[in-house]
T-cell receptor, first 116, second 111 residues
Framework: NAGVMQNPRHLVRRRGQEARLRCSPM?????VYWYRQLPEEGLKFMVY????????ESGMPKERFSAEFPKEGPSILRIQQVVRGDSAAYFC??????????????FGNGTRLTVT | QKEVEQDPGPLSVPEGAIVSLNCTYS??????FMWYRQYSRKGPELLMY????GNKEDGRFTAQVDKSSKYISLFIRDSQPSDSATYLC???????????FGQGTRLTINP
């Protein structure tokens, strides 16, 4: 997992604050995916991005959540006005387009968001 | 009905036992099948990746896919305490952009 870097590892926010989660993909990877894992549950797809483009955001809540992957810099998952139900582990994964079907996703170690 | 069903366990076995982990799925469009291992407070790491029906072996791990029954399995031989983790199956439709995960099975290997 060392290739995909996520920070911070732990994030504590009070209700109503904003949370910003960052993800740097593996070197050479131009595709980023965000997943959310609630306690005792599997990972749920949120959004798939390429550089400067959102490809699939079908798993993103309609409000308060947004994601970007700029030309330069890490991918950002932003949660506005956080609520306690947003408390979860958020994982980022990356892949190379050419290998998408032959080389599955590589995950980071996640950001654990706690909303108090 | 969930797209992918996986018994969450927990499953506890003695060291050296053969472990069988399973998932069933409902959508026949799933074409790629993966098993990830996740240690506590870590991200998932890929263990096995298969495409076709049949068996694929890698060391002590064997992945089995039965597309006709929509059933996939992961077998661990000579299980070790270091195998204690949560195991997640993950499936993908060819050409699709996202993995669909099972709930994960928490496995403990007792010394």
């Amino acid at each position: 997992n060392a290739g995909v870097m996520q920070n911070p590892r732990h994030l504590v926010r009070r209700r109503g604050q904003e949370a910003r989660l960052r993800c740097s993909p593996m070197k050479g990877h131009s595709h980023v995916y965000w997943y959310r894992q609630l306690p005792e549950e599997g990972l749920k797809f949120m959004v798939y991005l390429q550089k400067e483009n959102i490809i699939d955001e079908s798993g993103m809540p309609k409000e308060r959540f947004s994601a970007e992957f700029p030309k330069e810099g890490p991918s950002i998952l932003r949660i506005q006005q956080v609520v306690r139900g947003d408390s979860a582990a958020y994982f980022c994964a990356s892949s190379h387009l050419r290998d998408r079907n032959n080389s599955p996703l590589h995950f980071g170690n996640g950001t654990r968001l706690t909303v108090t | 009905q969930k797209e992918v069903e996986q018994d969450p366990g927990p499953l506890s076995v003695p060291e050296g036992a053969i472990v069988s982990l399973n998932c069933t799925y409902s959508n026949s469009a799933f074409q790629y099948f993966m098993w990830y291992r996740q240690y506590s407070r870590k991200g998932p790491e890929l263990l096995m990746y298969t495409y076709s029906s049949g068996n694929k072996e890698d060391g002590r791990f064997t992945a089995q896919v039965d597309k006709s029954s929509k059933y996939i399995s992961l077998f661990i031989r000579d299980s070790q305490p270091s195998d204690s983790a949560t195991y997640l199956c993950a499936l993908i439709i060819q050409g699709a952009q996202k993995l669909v995960f099972g709930q994960g099975t928490r496995l403990t290997i007792n010394p």
